[in-house]
T-cell receptor, first 112, second 113 residues
Framework: NAGVTQTPKFQVLKTGQSMTLQCAQD?????MSWYRQDPGMGLRLIHY???????DQGEVPNGYNVSRSTTEDFPLRLLSAAPSQTSVYFC???????????FGPGTRLTVT | ELKVEQNPLFLSMQEGKNYTIYCNYS?????LYWYRQDPGKSLESLFV?????AVKQEGRLMASLDTKARLSTLHITAAVHDLSATYFC?????????????FGTGTRLKVLA
């Protein structure tokens, strides 16, 4: 199993550009989520999904869109990038009664 | 406001010493998770604590959960350099089935030889 994979690893955007961060998992997990990590802070939940076709907002959803058309994939779209979205983005997935989440390697995004 | 607070935020300790990291949270929950993060890396799951009084141990690390006090501890025994990392606790605040984690700000641990 590859686990949770994310692409790209690094990305630089100009203010106003849009892009999609990709996340995929091959563990048949029903739950997937996106977090951002800023320096000196813990992770904050952006959006999550409890299954294909079902998504909901987390703590900091503004400026981001998600969709979940398959169990495996959960892309995160930045609609119009802003410098405040400079961060490291982690995707996670989980399944089962422990509610444990497994994290991907992260995407480091810089918006200039 | 939901809060998960860790202390200390920074910890520098000598090899061979013992220390405890504390994680306090402000909401009712009986599911708490500890993760380790090395610089520039992802988060690695350390412990899953799912009930009051739960205690888990792995090597030199031991985690416990007191849901009545809303407190979890991560105890380090006889620290070694390889334990240097940032440790996060996360509380699942969701009703059953939605995995909504609130993370603490992390404790950056440096073990000195």
């Amino acid at each position: 199993n590859a686990g949770v994979t994310q692409t790209p690893k690094f990305q630089v955007l100009k203010t106003g550009q849009s892009m999609t961060l990709q996340c995929a998992q091959d563990m048949n997990h029903e739950y997937m989520s996106w977090y951002r990590q800023d320096p000196g802070m813990g992770l904050r939940l952006i959006h999550y999904s409890v299954g294909a076709g079902i998504t909901d907002q987390g703590e900091v959803p503004n400026g981001y869109n998600v969709s979940r058309s398959t169990t495996e994939d959960f892309p995160l779209r930045l609609l119009s990038a802003a410098p405040s979205q400079t961060s490291v983005y982690f995707c996670a997935s989980g399944r089962g009664m422990t509610y444990e989440q497994y994290f991907g390697p992260g995407t480091r995004l810089t918006v200039t | 406001e939901l809060k998960v607070e860790q202390n200390p935020l920074f910890l520098s300790m000598q090899e061979g010493k013992n220390y405890t990291i504390y994680c306090n949270y402000s909401t009712t929950s009986d599911r708490l998770y500890w993760y380790r993060q090395d610089p520039g890396k992802s988060l690695e799951s350390l412990f899953v604590l799912l009930s009051n009084g739960a205690v888990k141990q792995e090597g030199r690390l031991m985690a416990s959960l007191d849901t009545k006090a809303r407190l979890s501890t991560l105890h380090i025994t006889a620290a070694v350099h390889d334990l240097s990392a940032t440790y996060f606790c996360a509380v699942d605040i969701s009703p059953l089935g939605t995995y909504k984690y609130i993370f603490g700000t992390g404790t950056r641990l440096k073990v000195l030889a």
